[in-house]
T-cell receptor, first 116, second 112 residues
Framework: LAKTTQPISMDSYEGQEVNITCSHN???????ITWYQQFPSQGPRFIIQ???TKVTNEVASLFIPADRKSSTLSLPRVSLSDTAVYYC?????????????????FGQGTTLQVKP | DGGITQSPKYLFRKEGQNVTLSCEQN?????MYWYRQDPGQGLRLIYYSQIVNDFQKGDIAEGYSVSREKKESFPLTVTSAQKNPTAFYLC???????????FGDGTRLSIL
């Protein structure tokens, strides 16, 4: 099973760029890398997903090197409201037919604390 | 608005009692999932379903049961066999495979 490793916690200040790196050495060929954000007592919210190189949307960027064994979530100019837990996930690598099962393995995530 | 609705938001269970948590989605997603989250921990997969009338056990299925009779609905029953049911339960859906999962707002289950 593909597992991920990411820092338990990070601190930042408002207006700074935050980069959270995740390692996934056993990522399978067909797996995508997906990041979620979770606030207390709420369900996780999808942030960004990528397969290789760089992906950017309105809230974040995702950098994936050629070997895909790690990825970095970049949050530009964070605010206090970005204080949350961030999860990096890859698929479980198990396949049924032509697509994988969609099973995700959640680690403890990275707790980001943004200070004023 | 399309989304996932979990109910109730809070639920209390007496010893020896079965309780059912509701999960409904109007996103026309094929796949649905149930997770359990304990304080300070990540989510753990209980059951998942990729298509109507089919479901598979996740990593912690013991003491739980599910059904998938309709595409829109994936109820979770916490049985009396689950000895430590106090947790935050989250339901999710997706188009399947690597597609992102959309989560509900969760149900917090406690023991009386």
């Amino acid at each position: 099973l593909a597992k991920t490793t990411q820092p338990i916690s990070m601190d930042s200040y408002e207006g700074q760029e935050v980069n959270i790196t995740c390692s996934h050495n056993n990522i399978a060929t067909n797996d995508y890398i997906t990041w979620y954000q979770q606030f207390p007592s709420q369900g996780p919210r999808f942030i960004i997903q990528g397969y290789k190189t760089k992906v950017t949307n309105e809230v974040a960027s995702l950098f994936i090197p050629a070997d895909r064994k790690s990825s970095t979530l970049s949050l530009p100019r964070v605010s206090l409201s970005d204080t949350a837990v961030y999860y990096c996930l890859v698929g479980d690598g198990q396949y049924r037919g032509s697509s994988n099962t969609g099973k995700l393995i959640f680690g403890q995530g990275t707790t980001l604390q943004v200070k004023p | 608005d399309g989304g996932i609705t979990q109910s109730p938001k809070y639920l209390f269970r007496k010893e020896g009692q079965n309780v059912t948590l509701s999960c409904e989605q109007n996103l026309n997603h094929d796949a649905m999932y149930w997770y359990r989250q304990d304080p300070g921990q990540g989510l753990r997969l209980i059951y998942y379903s990729q298509i109507v009338n089919d479901f598979q056990k996740g990593d912690i299925a013991e003491g739980y049961s599910v059904s998938r009779e309709k595409k829109e609905s994936f109820p979770l029953t916490v049985t009396s066999a689950q000895k430590n049911p106090t947790a935050f339960y989250l339901c999710a859906s997706s188009r399947g495979g690597n597609q992102p999962q959309h989560f509900g707002d969760g149900t917090r289950l406690s023991i009386l």
